[in-house]
């Protein structure tokens, strides 16, 4: 699809799978906003992009902050008139164990990886034509965990919830929402210059998946183009997609 004259946001797309999706859309033709708590990744993003003659705006934003998420609906809106995909990408990890995190750690995962997208769809939404799109990044952690991960497999397993119940309450307007849940996905590559490292991956970590290889920003950045497009997905809502390379299939003992 061209996405000439379409405006898109990505939230924490100046690094990760956020990077991948940001440069996957620009690519296309679309007017891209960067909302980003880092300012420095911000302004890389922004400055690689346009050096290519793409149309990346970089705003700093908490996604934790409904004033922030307000002033960035405000300026995407004053200078292109609409939202026409949100992609809820930004997200942060857990701090610590069950019984040594502090309540602040928690609130601070929720916030920003649940209540995060929530207020972003909700103020979003009013500026999205019928024919919009929401894409909310979650993980395989909704469905599977590892010890001491409560906060994050919390929020991501809400966010799938949260993913359902927009679909059905926005599905009025004509826009769609659906979600993501990546594997392991290597990003290494895709930090702020000052933090962007090769690969440490062995062998043993691209054999265990089932498709011979760990995962890349790209195979998220294509789904989230295939799922934004209302031509090809039309008749896509309300649902999870799993992309982990059949982690999730597979059965695991230790032997």
């Not at 939230?11 to 708590?37: E, L, P, Y």
């Not at 979003?124 to 991960?149: D, F, K, Q, W």
């Not at 996905?185 to 690969?199: E, G, Y």
Request: proline fraction near 4%; aromatic fraction near 6%.
């Amino acid at each position: 699809m061209d996405w000439s004259g379409k405006t898109v946001v990505v939230t924490g797309g100046a690094q990760g799978i956020g990077m991948a999706v940001t440069q996957a859309f620009a690519r296309a033709g679309a007017q891209v906003w960067v909302a980003d708590c880092d300012p420095e990744a911000g302004i890389e993003i922004q400055q690689t992009m346009r050096a290519e003659g793409r149309n990346v705006t970089a705003q700093v934003c908490d996604v934790a902050d409904e004033d922030d998420i307000r002033a960035l609906v405000r300026a995407v809106t004053a200078k292109d008139g609409r939202i026409d995909c949100l992609i809820n990408d930004a997200g942060i990890g857990w701090i610590g164990g069950l019984f040594d995190r502090s309540t602040a750690d928690w609130d601070r995962v929720i916030a920003v990886n649940l209540r995060g997208p929530y207020l972003c769809a909700r103020h979003a939404a009013p500026h999205m034509p019928r024919g919009g799109a929401i894409v909310n990044v979650a993980s395989t952690r909704a469905l599977m965990s590892e010890p001491n991960t409560e906060p994050y497999s919390a929020s991501k397993a809400g966010l799938v919830g949260l993913t359902h119940a927009l679909a059905i309450t926005l599905g009025e307007r004509g826009i769609r929402v659906n979600a993501i849940s990546p594997g392991w996905i290597d990003v290494s590559a895709w930090k702020k210059s000052s933090l962007r490292k090769p690969a440490e991956l062995s062998e043993r970590d691209h054999v265990q998946h089932p498709v011979g290889r760990v995962g890349r920003p790209e195979d998220i950045a294509e789904l989230c183009l295939y799922l934004a497009d209302s031509d090809r997905a039309g008749f896509i809502t309300g649902q999870n997609f799993v992309v982990d390379g059949g982690m999730t299939r597979k059965m695991t003992y230790e032997e």
